[in-house]
């Protein structure tokens, strides 16, 4: 049996898939950078976590990437 499908859509595909893979990359970096600033410009570290919560940021993002 042979397939008899457009082999243009399996580029395609990929170019979406790696599209978002970058995408992703971007939008992790970015989270990360807000984190920082957050953290640099925090009362402590209470005021911290209230402020990465609300924003909807990981804290223990950037430490995983640290290490």
């Known amino acids: 049996m042979s397939w008899t499908g457009n082999p243009s859509h399996a580029d395609?595909?990929?170019r979406f898939a790696a599209a978002q893979?970058?995408?992703?990359v971007?939008?992790?970096?970015?989270?990360?950078?807000a984190a920082?600033?957050?953290a640099?410009?925090?009362?402590d570290a209470v005021d911290c976590a209230e402020m990465l919560?609300?924003?909807?940021?990981?804290?223990t993002a950037d430490r995983a990437a640290a290490q």
């Not at 640099?40 to 009362?43: D, E, P, T």
């Not at 919560?53 to 804290?59: I, S």
């Open 36 to 38: 920082r600033v957050v």
């Open 53 to 59: 919560a609300m924003l909807g940021l990981d804290a």
């Open 40 to 43: 640099g410009r925090s009362i």
């Open 12 to 14: 395609e595909n990929g």
């Open 26 to 33: 971007v939008h992790d970096l970015q989270n990360r950078r």
């Open 21 to 24: 893979a970058a995408q992703a």
